[in-house]
């Protein structure tokens, strides 16, 4: 019990930040996307296919961050710290696009100021996020279990290249997410968009592979030494792989499959850093079992999410379900 | 430049906390009231009761959306600025907010989708059932977050382990003593706090000789709600100080600005509690009443606040006039529920300007009790962050005072930014009104955009009404 607990709870933080990246993905996506789609008819049809869904999305970024607190206190403590920056900005900037979703319906003149507002902040929340994944992929410095760096430390050119990557990541996802749920001139312009796109999230995914080895040695060691290189070279070639499949589909008008595809590429790269980074929770020192909650602790809640996020998937599900298909004009916000 | 990280540190948390619990506030009696409305027209047929639905759900998305951001805000707060806070009695706390998480945030968030977006693509009861739905997840979220701020307060069913709080009984910690108290006092708040919003729209379009028929059906269910639940209310913070006054003595101490626990305590109606002097430099008060109200005996004694050394002391004048401040409010409701309850018995109620008028200019009256009562509980509890297990001045992050400066400084920048043009925009929307066309059947399927409909609305009312 000692010995799994933590690793199932570190499973489940980790599925609740890939649920995360790629539901907030795509609505965050959709905003970013707002700085080449212009037009107030676009805006408001690409507001309006994630309106019913991104404040649920959302909430996996409090599961994410509620349950890294619920079953790594020691963890959470050493993070957010070391991330303070970053992290405030991320959520100042999660606030303007949260209220700019409302907002921008009820305005009148002030309207394309948030527009601005949905736009900025879902380019600096994607950015931040981005920011705090290179700075613990850099590690952070500890001791005694708290946080003994620098204000500054994670503000490195290899974190603000993980930031531009994951802005990129997400407009992929916002773009093949409109051709799924748009017709007409604006699922042709997402398709476009996406196409650039899958070349430029590739550029980053390579950037980042590379760099990282290169950089960390216990990396390197992780992915070069054997027999680990063994099982682990299909995940670059798989990449490579979905992101042909993700073109090609594009290119042949399929609709629906691009988006998976985009979906397909953010796992099998959030897969590499978990090859990556595993056992460590705050690297390159605390691991998950020394930054655990008490037992106590994780079993009580783990119940709850045993019995309650098979439901939660449920009525997720339902909600999907039921705003399926393509989104046409004039169809009802609120 | 010198600047006292804990103190910045706690003014940032008391800003964002304090933006952030104006929402719920408001949302948790919100949803519950448009649930109200739904089930009242899913029974009766009344149109009205629809239209008001539709008018209050519009407010209630601006209002969630800003309660949303601002809470996700503090999630992650406690960990930047509070990391020894999480460590201590993360174990303990942690959990509890884990629960509020998976039981009540992905239910409100995600039926908040259909509430919202639903009318056209569900049959009316799933519609209903929908708003019920997130009317629920908003008060169990209440449940877990004062769950754990009870816990802070009256901790139980843990042991120390090295300083550190670990669980030993979940029901005992869940449940803690004064949970239910508190609980209950809170929603009863929020509940209030939304009656008087209502109340006060209605009084608002009354008095503007529009939509009449609707303006009266909110000025009546806002005022028999008032006249039963405000005095239940009065009961209710009663009960919940007695439970104060058993486990947090030093709390109701500065309550009642109560110095020396030798004498029978009075009741200060007004008084100058001097931190320096450990006396009252002013005192208009009922002789032996505190004793009478906290032991339920004119001559019982309770401890007074030299019972402690100073660093052990509450900020005085803060809790105390927080607390008049918010018994003034209390009372007050009590009044305008029974006034408006005879004005209704009387067949007088929607021509007495006289009440209606003030009516029409108190809709903050909830949320300042709210934020009174909420001021009294927390600073009541210092110099203790959790009550006799970890102090505040022990809880911060290491984190340079300059980070949470500079982060303070775009919180009040941001927020400031976001609840002005928020509440301009529901001051529109109310401005607007429950009128326009209405929704046509769900089963006919018809685009329908009653927002825009309603901004039309808005618009002519705007530009003839003003």
């Known amino acids: 019990m000692e010995w799994y607990l933590p690793v199932i709870w570190a499973a489940l933080i980790g599925v609740a930040v890939a649920m995360y990246a790629i539901l907030d993905g795509f609505d965050l996506g959709v905003g970013i996307l707002f700085s080449v789609f212009t037009s107030n008819r676009h805006r408001d049809l690409m507001v309006n296919t994630v309106a019913p869904f991104w404040d649920g999305n959302e909430t996996w970024l409090v599961l994410g961050g509620g349950g890294l607190w619920v079953a790594f206190p020691r963890a959470y403590a050493v993070l957010m710290p070391a991330m303070y920056i970053p992290i405030i900005l991320m959520l100042l900037a ?24 949905l736009w900025l902040g879902s380019t600096l929340a994607g950015f931040f996020q981005g920011v705090v994944l290179g700075g613990l992929i850099q ?16 503000a490195t050119p290899f974190a603000f290249i993980c930031g531009l990557g994951v802005i990129a990541g997400y407009a992929l996802l916002g773009a093949t997410w409109l ?30 592979s590379i760099w990282t080895p290169l950089a960390m040695e216990r990396i390197f060691a992780r992915w070069f030494s054997l027999p680990n290189f063994l099982f682990l070279w299909p995940v670059p070639i798989l990449t490579a792989a979905v992101a042909w499949y993700g073109w090609k589909w594009l290119a042949e008008g399929r609709e629906i499959l691009p988006f998976f595809a985009a979906i397909g590429l953010f796992l099998l790269g959030y897969l590499g850093l978990v090859i990556s980074w595993f056992p460590y929770i705050v690297p390159p020192s605390l691991t998950v079992w020394e930054t655990a909650a ?13 019995l309650l996020l098979p439901i939660i998937l449920i009525y997720i599900g339902f909600i999907y379900w039921l705003f399926r298909g393509k989104v046409r004009e004039g169809e009802g916000y609120h | 430049m010198d600047l006292d990280p804990v103190l910045l540190a706690r003014m940032q948390f008391a800003f964002t906390v304090t933006f952030h619990i104006i929402f719920p506030s408001f949302t948790i009696g919100l949803s519950a009231y448009i649930a109200t409305l739904e089930i009242m027209w899913l029974k009766s047929g009344v149109e009205r009761y629809h239209l008001l639905a539709r008018f209050w759900t519009k407010i209630f998305a601006v209002s969630f959306a800003m309660g949303v951001v601002s809470g996700i805000v503090l999630s992650y707060q406690f960990g930047t600025n509070w990391s020894r806070f999480s460590v201590f009695v993360g174990n303990v706390v942690g959990p509890l907010i884990g629960y509020e998480v998976l039981t009540a945030f992905f239910l409100e968030a995600t039926f908040l989708g259909v509430m919202l977006f639903g009318f056209n693509r569900v049959p009316p009861w799933l519609h209903v ?64 706090t939304t009656s008087f919003v209502v109340l006060g729209v209605g009084a608002r379009y009354l008095l ?14 806002g005022v028999g709600f008032i006249a039963i639940v405000a005095p239940l209310q009065v009961i209710i913070g009663d009960l919940h100080g007695l439970n104060t006054a058993k486990h947090q003595p030093m709390k109701v101490a500065a309550i009642e600005a109560h110095w020396d626990g030798s004498k029978p305590g009075d009741f200060h109606i007004l008084a100058w509690p001097n931190q320096t002097t450990e006396s009252n430099d002013f005192a208009l008060s009922i002789p032996k009443a505190g004793s009478l109200l906290i032991t339920h005996d004119p001559n019982g004694l309770y401890p007074g606040l030299k019972s402690v050394p100073p660093s052990e002391r509450p900020p005085v004048p803060l809790v105390f006039f927080a607390f008049r401040l918010m018994i003034l409010i209390g009372f007050c409701m009590v009044g305008a529920g029974w006034v408006g309850a005879w004005l209704w018995w009387r067949g007088r109620l929607f021509d007495a300007n006289w ?9 903050w009256a909830g949320f300042v009790a709210v934020f009174a009562g909420w001021t009294v509980t927390e600073s009541g509890r210092q110099p203790w962050l959790t009550q006799g297990i970890l102090r505040t001045a022990d809880a911060i992050s290491p984190v340079p005072a300059g980070s949470i400066a500079f982060s303070l400084l775009l919180f009040i920048l941001v927020y400031g930014i976001v609840f002005s043009m928020g509440i301009y925009f529901i001051n529109r929307l109310i401005a607007a009104g429950p009128a326009g066309p209405l929704i046509m059947p769900p089963e006919y399927g018809t685009p329908t955009r009653p927002l825009s409909a309603a901004q039309e609305a808005g618009r002519e009312a705007l530009g003839t009404g003003r």
């Open chain 2, 129 to 192: 059932f929908s708003t019920v739905v997130v009317a629920l997840g908003t008060a169990i979220s209440a449940f877990w977050i004062l769950s754990a701020n009870s816990w802070m307060q009256t901790p139980t069913g843990h042991e120390l382990k090295a300083g550190i709080a670990v669980p030993l009984d979940w029901i005992t910690i869940v449940f803690n003593p004064s949970f239910p108290y508190r609980f209950a006092h809170m929603l009863t708040a929020a509940y209030l």
């Open chain 1, 139 to 154: 590690g952070v410095k500890s001791a005694n279990g708290a946080f003994a760096g620098g204000a500054l430390d994670w």
């Open chain 2, 355 to 363: 009440y209606l008028m003030p009516a029409a200019n108190v809709w």
């Open chain 2, 208 to 221: 503007a000789g529009r939509h009449i028929e609707e303006a009266r059906t909110m000025v009546r269910m």
């Open chain 1, 179 to 208: 051709v799924m749920k748009t017709e007409g001139e604006l699922a042709d312009l997402a398709r476009q968009h996406a196409k650039t796109l899958i070349l430029v999230v590739l550029a980053f995914m390579a950037a980042v």
């Open chain 1, 294 to 306: 008490v037992p106590a602790s994780q079993i009580f809640v783990l119940i709850g999410v045993l």
């Open chain 1, 94 to 117: 999660l606030v303007f696009r949260g209220v700019a979703f409302e907002f921008r319906s009820v305005a009148r003149t002030s309207k394309p100021w948030w527009d601005r507002a």
